[in-house]
């Protein structure tokens, strides 16, 4: 009976987990460069945990048939979250400080240990006439910091940028073997972990669109679907847990008793 209130407040959490990702997902269907975290829910036996701890520890690899026969599994489930990063629809916008990677790749911004990666190309000039993000962090090209003179800005498909005509540097586009790896920062950011390995993709390779901003990848339908699967999902474990709830209590408090 404890086993199976335990089963049904976990699987209550999971589906609390799923409805705060899909509730982030659409809160930032409108935010350039976004990329949906996609979660599933999977299924893993106790033997199969025990010996994965085991195989862990330098143990040798156990008779999966004493495993069960000892763990008597109870089937446990955990969310894989993981980032959609296939490119979102491109939109105009005729500001010539709206920059769009088409195919794959990253902007890299800030500097030092600082470094993030993301595909919202929204750039504005600071007070040094170098190309930032909204919150100040530098847009990095070939050579370091792209900084610009002159009124007129244009951005080559290959990622070189002009003022008044005049060539200023190029913009570094990063392509990442894993993208699915990279650690989501904060909004359309993300950062590698130490051990992913990543490559500057070559100017012949770079297709940049000027003008234009990279939409998120969110369906707005799909994720309001799914939303509402998860909330069922939810109600439904909440009974569960309240009906074995129930009958704990009539089983500790009228089973046993005297007439």
């Known amino acids: ?3 199976s209130l335990r089963t049904a407040e976990r699987a209550m959490q999971l589906q609390q987990l799923r409805l705060e990702t899909l509730a982030n997902n659409l809160a930032n269907v409108d935010s350039s460069g976004f990329k949906q975290i996609l979660t599933q829910v999977t299924r893993e036996d106790q ?11 330098g143990l040798p690899d156990p008779d999966k048939s004493v495993v069960d026969a000892v763990w008597n599994p109870l089937p446990a489930t955990r969310i894989q979250a993981v980032a959609d990063h296939r490119q979102g629809a491109l939109r105009t916008t005729g500001r010539d400080l709206d920059l769009a990677i088409v195919g794959d790749g990253f902007f890299e911004v800030g500097e030092g240990d600082n470094r993030q990666y993301t595909r919202n190309g929204s750039f504005r000039l600071d007070g040094n006439r170098q190309l930032v993000t909204a919150d100040g962090l530098k847009l990095q ?3 370091g910091p792209v900084t610009i003179e002159g009124t007129s800005i244009g951005v080559a498909e290959d990622g070189t940028v002009t003022g008044d005509g005049v060539e200023v540097g190029r913009i570094k586009v990063i392509k990442f073997s894993v993208p699915q790896k990279l650690d989501h920062v904060a909004g359309s950011r993300f950062r590698p972990p130490p051990d ?16 234009q901003l990279e939409h998120s990848n969110v369906n707005a339908i799909d ?15 909440a009974k569960i847990l309240q009906a074995n709830d129930e009958t704990l209590d009539r089983s500790v408090n009228q089973l046993g008793r005297k007439a």
């Open 196 to 211: 992913q390995p990543f490559e500057e993709v070559p100017s012949n390779q770079v297709k940049i669109a000027q003008g």
């Open 1 to 3: 009976m404890l086993r």
């Open 223 to 237: 994720t309001l679907i799914d939303m509402i699967a998860a909330q069922r999902a939810f109600e439904i474990e």
């Open 47 to 57: 033997a199969t945990r025990q010996a994965n701890k085991m195989n862990n520890l």
């Open 141 to 143: 090209g070939t050579s």
